[in-house]
Nanobody, 112 residues
Framework: QVQLVESGGGLVQAGGSLRLSCAVS????????MGWYRQAPGKQRELVAT???????NYADFGSGRFTISRDNAKNTVYLQMNSLKPEDTAVYYC??????WGQGTQVTVSS
């Protein structure tokens, strides 16, 4: 059974940082591209960043220069380092892959 478990969310002041983690189990992690997504209240889920199996990264415009996605294949874990956080970054953050597998999400709240 494939499981994705996010952690690392919380409440932070504007300008602060958080590091999200997503631990994947039940599948060989290495060959898959992984992604971080977010969903704010009343909005659709949107892509934050992706990382390919070879480590190539891609970011949504709002995250470029502030967010960094990385992966540790030995730990079956993908990370999202978020710096210079803004109130508009407030959302539930999810990791996922294959368009079919998702974690339960972790809440990120940025206060002004």
């Amino acid at each position: 059974q494939v499981q994705l478990v996010e952690s690392g969310g919380g409440l932070v002041q504007a300008g602060g940082s958080l590091r999200l983690s997503c631990a994947v189990s039940g599948i060989i992690f290495r060959p898959y591209a992984m992604g971080w997504y977010r969903q704010a209240p009343g909005k659709q889920r949107e892509l934050v960043a992706t990382i390919s199996s070879s480590g190539q990264t891609n970011y949504a415009d709002f995250g470029s220069g502030r967010f960094t996605i990385s992966r540790d294949n030995a730990k079956n874990t993908v990370y999202l380092q978020m710096n210079s956080l803004k109130p508009e970054d407030t959302a539930v953050y999810y990791c996922g892959f294959g368009g079919a597998y998702w974690g339960q999400g972790t809440q990120v709240t940025v206060s002004s």
